[in-house]
Structure formats: C-alpha cells, structure tokens
C-alpha cells in the first residue's frame, strides 16, 4: 500500500508541474482534471471521504466544467474577431 501511496504522490507532483509548463490550454485543464481525482483518491487513503467528495465535485466536476466554458467563449470571441478582421 505505501508503494501505491508513493506513486500517487509522485503523479500528483507531475501533474502540478505539467498544469504549469503546458502551453495547450485544453491540455492543461485536463491534467488539472486529472490533478483533482488523483488527489481525490489520496482523500479516500487518508480515510475522509468527505473531503474527497467534495475534491471530486468541486475540483474535478465544477471547476473543470468552468474552464471550459470559459475556453469556450474565449475562443468563440476570437474567432468573430478574426472574421471582423477578414471583412474589414
């Protein structure tokens, strides 16, 4: 059990420092999806199942979804720009 305890850890660390080098914003929330499950899975170990609800919704479900609606609209309003710039 410890090993598997070492290997979250070590996963976790990578994923925080891949959130922050990764320049593909898409990317980037995906592994900050993958950030929060695997930290959900370290709550469940630590035994508070509380805490690792509210990591899963919060941090895996709301937040995530939150991202990438907001990468959405960033992306919706440069394309209208480009096509403002391609008119004009």
């Not at 598997?4 to 999806?33: G, N, P, Q, R, Y």
């Not at 950030?35 to 609800?53: E, H």
């Not at 941090?59 to 979804?65: E, N």
Request: hydrophobic share 55%; with cysteine; charged share 20%.
């Amino acid at each position: 059990m410890k090993i598997f305890e070492i290997i979250l850890l070590a996963c976790l660390i990578v994923c925080a420092v891949s959130v922050s080098v990764t320049k593909d914003l898409l990317t980037s929330i995906v592994i900050f999806m993958s950030y929060s499950l695997i930290m959900c899975v370290i709550w469940v170990l630590l035994q508070s199942p509380d805490l690792a609800i509210t990591e899963a919704a919060v941090g895996a479900g709301v937040t995530s979804i939150l991202f990438f609606v907001t990468l959405k609209k960033i992306r919706a309003i440069r394309k209208e720009e480009q096509d403002e710039q391609k008119e004009g």
